[in-house]
């Protein structure tokens, strides 16, 4: 079983990245998947997570408003939108999978990817 994050890059403030998630080995489309974020000399924190259908999200409240988090279970495949980046998005960021509830805690996840890493400059 593989999760393999891209989209990471550098961006000036107030620009936008996509990350996507693509799994493989086995399907997740019964399970939450999220992403959290781990910065220099940080714990990794919650950024988003969606239920199995993708009718239910959550957000860490500082990226509200500004990310999205989407999926295609067709393609076995997860989003994040990221728009009005600032410099403490600054991160790398990763996709985890295999949540049998909707949940911010990192325990809950099965598979975790390699990560993305995501530079916002001032």
């Known amino acids: 079983v593989q999760l393999q994050a891209s989209g990471g890059g550098l961006v000036q403030a107030g620009g936008s990245l996509r990350l996507s998630c693509a799994a493989s080995?086995?399907?997740?489309?019964?399970?939450?998947m999220g992403w959290f974020r781990q910065a220099p000399g940080k714990e990794r924190d919650f950024v988003a997570a969606?239920?199995?259908?993708?009718?239910?999200?959550h957000y860490a409240d500082s990226v509200k408003g500004r990310f999205t988090i989407s999926r295609d279970n067709a393609k076995n495949t997860a989003y994040l939108q990221m728009n009005s980046l600032k410099p403490e998005d600054t991160a790398v960021y990763y996709c985890?999978?295999?949540?049998?509830?909707?949940?911010?805690?990192?325990?809950?996840?099965?598979?975790w990817g390699q990560g993305t890493q995501v530079t916002v400059s001032s």
């Open positions: 969606i239920s199995w259908s993708g009718g239910s999200t």
């Open positions: 080995g086995r399907t997740f489309s019964n399970y939450a």
């Open positions: 985890a999978a295999d949540a049998v509830i909707l949940t911010a805690t990192p325990a809950g996840y099965n598979y």
